[in-house]
């Protein structure tokens, strides 16, 4: 996904569209640490479960929350990143999702 952020739902869309009409099996493998900046994630679910598409999803992650590390061009960690204010974004595992 070329933005920044969790789209879940976009993510999903995507790859149902992205799949022929021949009737072979489909899978989709979603791995996230199922925090979602779009919403409707049953829509798009929905959508690829009426299509014979299976989901299967990988949570990554911690459910208390870890800092997103930073790299540089090099894949040097350089840090971790942070909102507006400079404060150091955490993501957090929702298994639930």
């Known amino acids: 996904m070329p933005q920044p952020g969790t789209a879940i739902a976009s993510a999903i869309t995507m790859a149902v569209q992205s799949f022929d009409s ?3 099996d489909k899978a ?3 791995i996230t640490d ?3 900046h779009e919403g409707d994630i049953d829509a798009a ?3 690829a479960t009426e299509k014979d598409i299976k989901i299967y ?3 990554l992650g911690s459910p208390d929350g870890v800092p997103i590390p930073v790299y540089d061009n090099r ?3 350089t840090g971790f990143k942070q909102d507006n ?3 150091t974004v955490l993501t957090k595992l929702n ?3």
Request: avoid cysteine; hydrophobic fraction near 35%; charged fraction near 20%.
């Open 22 to 24: 021949a009737a072979t």
């Open 57 to 59: 999803t990988i949570g």
């Open 28 to 30: 989709i493998i979603v």
């Open 95 to 97: 298994e639930s999702i």
């Open 34 to 36: 199922g925090e979602d």
């Open 45 to 47: 679910v929905d959508n």
């Open 85 to 87: 204010s400079g404060q």
């Open 75 to 77: 894949g040097n960690e």
